[in-house]
Nanobody, 120 residues
Framework: QVQLVESGGGLVQAGGSLRLSCAVS????????MGWYRQAPGKQREWVAS???????NYADSVKGRFSISGDYAKKMGYLQMNSLKPEDTAVYYC??????????????WGQGTQVAVSS
């Protein structure tokens, strides 16, 4: 059974850093792309960053220059390095990935989320 499991969230002061990890478990052929979303209390889930292949990255304007998405697909891992954190970054962060489960069969998965809280 394929699952995504996030880790690395926590409480940090404004200006601090956190590194989120996303582990893909289960048997897959390859990772096609990975991304991160977040959902703050009372708000809709929003896109944060995405990576297609191993080097094509994109970021929401609100995190550009502060967050960095990366991945080690051989290890079935994805990461989100978050620097210069602000209180408005407080949210539950979700990892998502499109995986090839067998030739020609792609499926998108979501993790359960990890809480990030930034104090002022």
């Amino acid at each position: 059974q394929v699952q995504l499991v996030e880790s690395g969230g926590g409480l940090v002061q404004a200006g601090g850093s956190l590194r989120l990890s996303c582990a893909v478990s289960g048997i897959i052929l390859r990772i096609n792309d990975m991304g991160w979303y977040r959902q703050a209390p009372g708000k809709q889930r929003e896109w944060v960053a995405s990576m297609t292949g191993s080097s094509n990255t994109n970021y929401a304007d609100s995190v550009k220059g502060r967050f960095s998405i990366s991945g080690d697909y051989a290890k079935k891992m994805g990461y989100l390095q978050m620097n210069s954190l602000k209180p408005e970054d407080t949210a539950v962060y979700y990892c998502t990935a499109t995986l090839m489960e067998r030739l020609g069969l792609y499926k998108t998965y979501w993790g359960q989320g990890t809480q990030v809280a930034v104090s002022s």
